[in-house]
């Protein structure tokens, strides 16, 4: 049976998602410079010092496996956005999605371990890591947690950088020697057509010389729903899921486009933002 949403819209921001990425790694490798200091300090008071390149491996193996890891975590908090209806599925959710990335984040971190000890003649056991995995998982559950807030903040702020379209947005859409310069505010969706796009308004189609790919950087306030099909937000009066996950938009305009499940995330993922909402 088909579920409805009803969504003022979303999309993909790679720039916003790289950028965020960036400065949550910087953060992380401040705390790894910290934490190498820390170690070696700690082990020398006690009466245990280690080589620096030891505590260097530990945080380093760590903070790659972070990195490695960091895309797949941003999209899981991007595929199971905060829904007020089911609170508790969506917790349950990101638990278990939390248990795993801690699991895999010290298993791998363990074998980098491992083959870096081995480069230098030394021994590291590659599961050792999983013996303390109740200290690991407290650390790995707060840098989840901590993305699964910050991340939906970044997304929010980001949309607020981006102004809507509007009339004063002119799109210069050439047909031979004549140019068309068509306001961005009445252009309501853009399909693919070869090397052409179709640019769909109130009046009819208009071709103009583009890829899509283009067309999704030129046109702010555009998200794609298709492989070939992009949609402006302000357009979408409604969005109707169905039960293979592909999904129905209804325009204002009263038309009606598919979409497919590849990319229903990206188009839900603000639908509780208000910044994503249409005016």
């Given at each position: 049976m088909a579920t409805r949403d009803l969504s003022g819209a979303g999309g993909g921001d790679r720039r916003g998602d790289l950028l965020f990425m960036g400065l949550f790694?910087?953060?992380?490798?401040?705390?790894?410079?910290?934490?190498?200091?820390?170690v070696l300090h700690d082990r020398a008071r006690f009466g245990q010092p280690v080589a620096w390149w030891e505590p260097t491996v530990w945080e380093v193996s760590s903070g790659l496996v972070l990195a490695v890891l960091l895309p797949g975590m941003l999209w899981l908090i991007q595929r199971w956005?905060?829904?007020?209806?089911?609170?508790?599925?969506?917790i349950a959710v990101h638990i278990a999605c939390g248990l795993a990335f801690s699991l895999i984040h010290v298993v791998a971190m363990g074998?980098?371990?491992s083959a870096a000890y081995g480069?230098?003649?030394?021994?590291?056991h590659a599961l050792g890591p999983l013996a303390d995995w109740p200290y690991e998982l407290r650390k790995d559950l707060l840098i989840y947690a901590g993305a699964l807030v910050t991340y939906p903040l970044w997304r929010q702020f980001r949309a607020r950088q981006i102004p809507p379209a509007s009339q004063a947005d002119v799109l210069e859409v050439r047909d031979g020697a004549r140019r068309v310069?068509?306001?961005v505010g009445d252009i309501r969706w853009v399909e693919a057509a070869g090397n052409y796009v179709e640019l769909h308004t109130g009046e009819g189609a208009v071709l103009h010389r583009a890829s899509l790919a283009q067309m999704e950087r030129r046109l702010a306030g555009f998200v794609r729903v298709h492989r070939s099909r992009l949609v402006s937000r302000a357009a979408i009066a409604e969005v109707e899921?169905?039960?293979s996950g592909d999904f129905n938009l209804r325009l204002t305009s009263g038309e009606t486009l598919a979409g497919s499940r590849r990319f229903?995330?990206?188009l839900l993922s603000r639908a509780l933002d208000p910044a994503a909402a249409p005016d």
């Open positions: 790694m910087l953060c992380a490798a401040g705390v790894i410079v910290v934490d190498i200091f820390s956005p905060p829904r007020l209806g089911r609170p508790f599925t969506w074998l980098l371990r480069l230098v003649g030394g021994v590291y310069f068509l306001p899921t169905k039960s229903r995330a990206g």
